[in-house]
């Protein structure tokens, strides 16, 4: 609901007299670029989410931006502005806030129940399967001290007189530009605009307020923070400070702003405000920050006081113009390498009214068509990616790095049985590679407690692993329901450092950082693998998540290890360890592949045929080896891939029960392998029906594994490589007949740009970063066709069963169009 003295009221048409930034002082305010859009300039764009009020809500309306380390929702309240922040780095729990008895990672599992594992295997291996009851309790255990990722704090910016009835309202996420602005005239015909962004070249969080006439900017700015806490705020010479530590841990914690006025007055309260009476126009410099760092096993760091002051005080040196100027062109330079145009209609309707009249029409009963919405969905998973995860931050956890709560839903950490890698499919297929150290570093730091976990809990001397609840202290234990054992998640999250180096071919990143990690956690796989009664390798206990029961040989459990064998064993011959790959060669020979067809024709979901054709249950871990995998092809395995199909879609017309975004955003990538593009874009289109916020977060309720989701299912249906060649459009629904995209990713370092029409590419572009030998698929190549080179002569190609086969040149691009 509008807050009081609010009247909603659309801006179209609205005058918009004085909308430009009032910047006097040229010192500090130098503007970035004269073609820059005021803010609260009316929509022109594709990338614009707008709204004609103010958000009352946190999860469903307000705005986020981001950093990486440090994030903050927008309310665009009118008399008092509400920017709930985070940093990626405060949570409870860790060492210091567990029984000093007990071991952080497993507690003293060990010394209480050393043979509950060898128990457990042994009752799988008499009766074919074990409860998730009394049968395997022994395999869980009290999760000490895991803790949960916190809310940071709130800045508010105070009126200094209420506003009263205010008219052309506008709050706007522009996407592009990653600016976020509000805009509205009060009575006495004055316009107010804040900007607001998060800035990774310079680590802060910039706002910037300014008015149509000199001297309307007054406001009193004041920080706060929840009560599991101690806390203290002081103000001085400008800057407000706020400084504790939680209670649950010690973790020291501190935020500064620095308010600076152009024009009028600023004072400093001793509760630690700052008040700006009478300027032309202000800027707000926020910085949060906390002792921990990512070393085992203590995680803690240098105090945050001195990094904070200096980002501040060199942010504030550099002026707002040259801030914004660096934070635009680190922007633009990610999220404007890919263009999706799939037909879309800006609409000059709200962003929530838009979305609101697609909803009533489908509980209608009818079927709209919104392009529009559709690309945005999947424009705005990229960009929650960038503001969630570059270099030096935590990666994104399951809510990114937005969370407003003490005790948020499953401690917003990072679960590792689908839904940290699912924050990751867009990384590289979407062009956005500098998204991804940030998990790899993440990975390294579970090593040293994954060797813990793997000698004290698996019995396993060499390699690590780390269960299916992690979090930024190197947690890999188990928790209290057994199920959460299960070491083949640490392989599913590791196979990303493998994809990684197939977009990218950076031998380099694969010898020093990928490899020996994969190596590491093959051998763990070693000593871990038991032998079924057939002969087999299998993992015992297996369990598929989260539905169970334990068994030895799921299909979850053994595609994951094939995976990992698989790719763990490629990337040893690219670096030349051949003392490894007769061992890795002989494993996977003898690995169950966990590929099995059913009674009813289903890809079975465990060794033995247990599925049920009604089951409805949100995971679809059977899928994996379809998809993220590439185990079951088309072309490779027809049968499985038949089988697959069956299995998807029994699952699918049973998940009513479970109408969740993450999981029909798995759908829309597992559709788009069965290159079913209409079944891909239902999932799509229900997706925004059921399990989308009016701000375009995924609801269930706020969890960013959905948005991440949706823009790798997007990406998949327009390009996949992951069967040895480069195909376009291998899952177009009919409703995107026309249209085109620009900069989508394809594994052996391809950037590939593409234009259809009535189902068919007329066109396509192709880009070799690393040289690659290029196998490209394409409805154009049905016919002759003409190839264009750039920077040299077109190498000689065939053309055979619709295939396109070259050697390319590093740099070069080649243009692939009708003879």
Not at 184 to 202: C, I, K, M, N, Y
Not at 212 to 223: K, M, W
Not at 735 to 761: C, D, I, K, M
Request: hydrophobic letters at 40%; aromatic letters at 10%.
């Amino acid at each position: 609901m509008p807050e009081p003295g609010f009247s909603r009221r659309s801006l179209l048409g609205a005058a918009m007299a004085g909308g430009a930034l009032a910047l006097t002082n040229a010192a500090f305010a130098r503007v970035a670029s004269a073609a820059e859009p005021a803010a609260g300039s009316a929509p022109d764009q594709d990338y614009v989410l707008w709204f004609d009020e103010p958000a009352t809500l946190w999860q469903e309306q307000a705005f986020p931006v981001g950093n990486g380390s440090a994030g903050a929702m927008i309310y665009g309240t009118v008399d008092s502005e509400q920017i709930q922040f985070n940093h990626d780095t405060l949570w409870t729990g860790g060492p210091g806030s567990h029984d000093e008895g007990h071991d952080y990672n497993f507690g003293n599992w060990y010394d209480e129940r050393p043979t509950a594992l060898a128990d457990v295997r042994a009752t799988i291996a008499a009766t074919g399967s074990a409860d998730t009851g009394p049968a395997t309790a022994a395999l869980g255990q009290t999760k000490w001290g895991y803790g949960a990722y916190q809310t940071f704090g709130d800045l508010f910016l105070d009126r200094a007189a209420p506003a009263g009835e205010v008219a052309g309202y506008r709050r706007q996420l522009d996407l592009a530009t990653g600016l976020a602005s509000v805009a509205f005239t009060t009575a006495d015909g004055v316009t107010h605009q804040r900007e607001l962004f998060a800035s990774f070249p310079d680590h802060v969080i910039v706002t910037r307020l300014s008015a149509s006439r000199r001297g309307q900017v007054s406001f009193t700015a004041r920080l706060a923070t929840a009560d599991n806490r101690t806390v203290a705020y002081s103000a001085q010479d400008g800057r407000i400070t706020m400084r504790g530590a939680l209670t649950d841990n010690g973790l020291v914690f501190e935020a500064q702003v620095r308010v600076l006025a152009e024009g009028g007055r600023v004072s400093t309260d001793a509760a630690g405000t700052v008040t700006v009476t009478g300027a032309d126009a202000a800027t707000l410099v926020l910085v949060p920050g906390t002792d921990y760092a990512p070393v085992y096993p203590h995680y803690r760091g240098e105090d945050p006081h001195r990094t904070v002051t200096s980002t501040v005080d060199s942010a504030v040196r550099r002026g707002h113009g040259a801030l914004r100027a660096r934070h635009l062109a680190d922007h633009r330079a990610l999220f404007g390498r890919v263009r999706v145009d799939l037909g879309q209609q800006p609409t000059t309707l709200p962003t929530d009214e838009a979305l609101q009249q697609f909803k009533q029409a489908r509980n209608q009963g009818q079927i709209p068509a919104d392009p529009q919405l559709e690309m945005l969905h999947f424009q705005i998973g990229r960009y929650l990616l960038i503001g969630s995860s570059r270099a030096g931050s935590r990666p994104a956890n399951l809510q990114g790095v937005w969370n407003d709560s003490t005790t948020p839903d499953w401690q917003s950490d990072y679960t590792t049985n689908i839904n940290l890698e699912m924050n990751y499919w867009p990384s590289d297929v979407t062009n956005l590679p500098e998204t991804v150290p940030p998990l790899v570093d993440f990975i390294e730091g579970l090593r040293e407690p994954g060797r813990v976990t793997a000698r004290e809990l698996c019995g396993v001397p060499d390699g690590f692993a780390a269960m299916s609840h992690v979090n930024v202290f190197g947690y890999t234990g188990v928790s209290t329901n057994a199920a959460t054992w299960a070491p083949e998640s640490t392989a599913w999250l590791v196979r990303q450092l493998w994809e990684h180096y197939l977009f990218t071919m950076d031998e380099d990143f694969l010898r020093r950082r990928a490899y020996p990690i994969l190596k590491e956690h093959t051998r763990f796989w070693l000593g871990y693998l038991v032998s079924d009664t057939d002969g087999s390798l299998v993992v015992s206990p297996s369990f598929s998540p989260e539905l169970g029961p334990f068994t030895a040989g799921a299909t979850y459990s053994q595609t994951i290890v094939w995976d990992l064998f698989s790719n763990t064993l490629a990337a040893a011959k690219v670096v030349g360890d051949h003392a490894y790959q007769p061992e890795l060669a002989r494993t996977l020979a003898k690995l169950d592949p966990g590929l099995r067809i059913g009674s009813w024709g289903q890809l079975q979901e465990w060794k033995t045929d247990l599925d049920e054709q009604d089951n409805g249950h949100r995971h679809m871990s059977f899928s994996y080896p379809l998809f993220p995998g590439h185990q079951i092809t088309a072309e490779g395995t027809p049968e499985f891939y038949e089988a697959a199909r069956v299995a998807v879609a029994a699952r699918t017309s049973h998940t009513a029960q479970n109408d969740i975004g993450w999981n029909r955003a798995q759908k829309i990538n597992v559709f788009a392998r069965l290159r079913d593009g209409d079944q891909a874009r239902e999932q799509l289109d229900h997706l925004l029906w059921r399990n989308t916020f009016a701000n375009f977060l995924n609801d269930w309720p706020f969890q960013i594994d959905g948005n991440f989701g949706v823009a790798s299912g997007v990406a998949e249906m327009l390009v996949q490589s992951h069967a040895g060649f480069v195909e376009v459009l291998p899952a177009l629904p009919t409703g995107w007949a026309t249209g085109s995209f620009r900069g989508l990713r394809a594994r052996g370092a391809f950037t590939v740009n593409a234009w259809w029409t009535a189902g068919r590419t007329t066109k396509v572009e192709v880009t070799s970063d690393a040289g690659s030998d290029l196998r490209l698929r394409a409805t154009l190549l049905a016919a002759p066709v003409r190839i264009h080179t750039t920077g040299g002569p077109t190498p000689r190609f065939t053309v055979r069963d619709h295939e396109l086969s070259l050697p390319t040149r590093r740099g070069a691009t080649y243009t692939v169009t009708p003879a």
